[in-house]
């Protein structure tokens, strides 16, 4: 029987429906964490913005006590980057992600080179010993190996560290209203329990198609960077149902898993400057059209914008702006073309997200502007 065609707008829905943005749910923070495998958490308030727009009665301090309680780390694993994960997801995620990482070490240009032909061995195994004693920052991490090793390089010492110990960067860091800079245990120690021997890359496919589905192989590439991913999905084969895209192309899924009706609107939703729902693709059409983000970078400057999505896309950058004393909080809202009954719900979404964001001022605006 021949596969069913789901078109843009049905991969949209089911995306939006999987990544609790179609309609907010009534989880907690723990479950959101780890039904969407993990957030993107470089920015260490991108996973507080991403979960107030995924949950019903979200409360950021609940975040800060589970980074608190152990219950979730900030870790590098998909992509080689950080992300806030459940701690039994860091025992699991962390290893298995450690081919991507280990490739990160091997092409850095200042590392790579000054790492050759030495035995790290001894190195790592005096970075374990010295992070036992209490968590560091890198620079006095450094310090330390550079003492026990003083003829190899220090910054190469670190970065072989960062890439070879599983490092969970420990609170304050990433707790709301708090502030931190980079401080580090391993993960055995801060979790008390060992990283998992033989970790499932089939079991975490299969949650990655219940996040981000219908997928391919190349999308599944694109969340993790592991290599290998259509032989797990010729694996999984025999468990998934078949559809095709628009173009023809083969895409996988769990069958129970939720496909909305196309027509389900979608409101408007305020999504990090990094978030998993636009990164998780090879092909990143099914969220947003590539002319509008080559429309919309191009009308930006400087970082910290986040994406808003209008019926179900990226159609809009925002980003907080605080005026000097911080008083005043304006929400920038830069669009691609917004006709007033679409723009006035998202400023209406603005307004509460300035809420969260800045509760503190005492003057909060939403300004929309139109990109050229």
């Known amino acids: ?181 980079v401080t580090v245990a391993t993960a055995e120690d801060w979790l008390g329990a060992p990283l998992d021997p033989a970790p499932s890359i089939d079991a975490v496919v299969l949650r990655y198609l219940a996040a981000f589905g219908p997928a391919t192989p190349g999308d599944a590439s694109a969340w993790s960077r592991l290599a290998g991913m259509r032989e797990v999905f010729e694996r999984l084969r025999p468990h998934l149902r078949a559809f095709r895209d628009e173009r023809g192309r083969e895409l996988l899924d769990l069958p129970d898993a939720p496909r909305p009706d196309p027509a389900t609107p979608a409101p408007p939703r305020f999504l990090p400057e990094y978030d998993n729902a636009l990164l998780s693709h090879a092909d990143r059409s099914r969220v947003v059209a590539p002319e509008v983000r080559a429309r919309l970078a191009g009308a930006i400057e400087g970082l910290g914008w986040g994406s808003v999505l209008v019926d179900g896309r990226a159609t809009a950058l925002w980003r907080l702006e605080r005026a000097r004393g911080g008083a005043r909080a304006e929400l920038r809202v830069v669009h691609a073309g917004l006709a007033t009954r679409a723009a006035a719900p998202v400023a209406a979404e603005g307004r509460r997200l300035l809420r969260l964001l800045a509760a503190d001022a005492d003057e909060r605006e939403v300004r929309m502007e139109a990109a050229p």
Not at 160 to 169: D, F, K, Y
């Open 1 to 181: 029987m021949a596969a069913e065609t789901l078109s843009a707008r049905a991969l949209n829905r089911a995306t939006l429906a999987r990544q609790m943005l179609l309609e907010r749910a009534d989880a907690t923070p723990l479950e959101a964490v780890e039904r969407l495998v993990g957030l993107q958490a470089q920015e260490p308030l991108d996973p507080y913005t991403a979960l107030w727009s995924r949950l019903r009665g979200f409360r950021p301090e609940a975040v800060g006590r589970l980074l608190e309680r152990r219950e979730v780390v900030r870790v590098v694993v998909m992509r080689s980057t950080i992300h806030l994960v459940s701690a039994a997801d860091c025992r699991t995620l962390r290893p298995l992600m450690q081919p991507v990482i280990d490739a990160e070490l091997a092409r850095h240009p200042e590392w790579a080179p000054r790492l050759l032909g030495v035995d790290l061995a001894p190195v790592l195994a005096a970075a374990r010993e010295e992070l036992a004693a209490e968590p560091l920052t890198a620079a006095r991490l450094r310090r330390r190996l550079a003492e026990r090793f003083p003829d190899l390089d220090a910054a190469a010492m670190g970065g072989a560290c960062r890439c070879l110990i599983a490092l969970v960067q420990v609170p304050p860091r990433g707790v709301w209203g708090r502030t931190g800079g």
